[in-house]
């Protein structure tokens, strides 16, 4: 069955910087476009970025771009996500996501951004 496990959240101050990653099994990773998605507490889980299964086709969505990455290394069956210029609108749990046959998601990162 498809899993995904997200790693790398954490507490970091505005301004700081993390890396999310993603491990995928269970399907062929290469064939599979991935997302990062974040949920605020009281709010939708919301689309943050998206990359196709050959990594040429990226989309952000607007409150991330210029400060967040995402990339996949196909070799490592992994997504990740870099996160510069926090700001406390950030603080969310972070999930990825991957369409294979149904909605798959992660357990998903607490990002927490505070002084």
């Known amino acids: 069955q498809v899993q995904l496990v997200e790693s790398g959240g954490g507490l970091v101050q505005p301004g700081g910087s993390l890396r999310l990653s993603c491990v995928a099994s269970g399907f062929t990773f290469s064939a599979y476009g991935l997302s990062w998605y974040r949920q605020a507490p009281g709010k939708e889980r919301d689309l943050v970025a998206t990359?196709?299964?050959?990594?040429?086709?990226?989309k952000y969505a607007d409150s991330v771009k210029g400060r967040f990455t995402i990339s996949r290394d196909n070799a490592k069956n992994t997504v990740y996500l870099q996160m510069n210029s926090l700001k406390p609108d950030d603080t969310a749990v972070y999930y990825c996501?991957?369409?294979?046959?149904?909605?798959?998601w992660g357990q998903g990162t607490q990002v927490t951004v505070s002084m």
């Open positions: 996501y991957v369409l294979v046959k149904i909605r798959n």
């Open positions: 990359i196709s299964s050959t990594g040429t086709i990226i």
